[in-house]
């Protein structure tokens, strides 16, 4: 396993386990316990969360496993993010889904998620989207009053573009270590928005969620897809690659700005797949092959 530094004090395994879809995977606490150890003992060390991921239930799920043996935390990095408000049954005066990214919301969801987690502190909390309502200053207080209370270790904000990023860090005595986002070669946003470049400027790694477009660059039959499906079947024979998927991670892989890819499976051998991703190599000219597959013309 490779991995990051995004602090003097922290480092991130280069393959992150998503927990999105924990609830779905209907596991007992064992087996989510035994997933936690497998991922572990093949050196995935940083696990990925959300207050409101499985109707605001997959982080005491996770808390539930780490609870039946806590020394696991001593191994890992815990992420969550807050500051979307979802309509559910758990919180039936909500009438819409919107943003709260207030000082009392994320000290509220920080705490929350130190319950569910069943841990004393988060190595890294995310805005976990960009609220055109922020008060700037209503979160770097709430950020620093985390930080001073020893509940989070670092922060970080998950989907924001370049002018968003700067103008919260420009109120922070202390800097964002890292920005989910969604990176895949049937999402190249990012790239052309500037935000792997700004990314690199500040030597930070960025989290790419959704690495294999949900799915669809299986199944989807659009012909951006398929021109990228079949680029992918070629590249993967040129180098050695097991799967579809492999090939996708080792792409994220070689990118110079240090992506780590979230790999949201509870099955261990498509977890197993990106883990060996890490011992292929794309080089440049098939690192643009699938990039112009996506594109659908060559670059300029």
Known sequence: MQYIKLAEDLKFSR???G???LADWNLSTNDTQTLIEQCLDRGITTFDHADIYGNYSCEKLFGQALAQKPSLRESMQLVTKCGIKLTSDKYPERKINFYDTSKEHIINSANQSLKN?????IDVLLLHRP???MDPQEVADAFIQLKEEGKVRYFGVSNFKRSQFDLLQSFLPFSLITNQIEVSPTYLNH???????????????????????GGSIFTAEDERSIRVRNKLTEIGEEIGAKSLDQVVYAWLLAHPATIMP???SGKMNRIDVAIQALDLKVNRMQWFQILEASKGRPVD
Request: aromatic letters at 12%; charged letters at 20%.
């Open 19 to 21: 927990l999105w879809r």
């Open 117 to 121: 987690l069943n841990t004393d502190y």
């Open 15 to 17: 393959i992150i386990h």
């Open 131 to 133: 609220d055109p309502f």
């Open 191 to 213: 790239f052309e928005e500037g935000t792997i470049e700004q990314c690199q400027q500040h030597k930070i790694a960025p989290m790419a969620w959704s690495p294999l477009g």
């Open 262 to 264: 979230i790999v949201g």
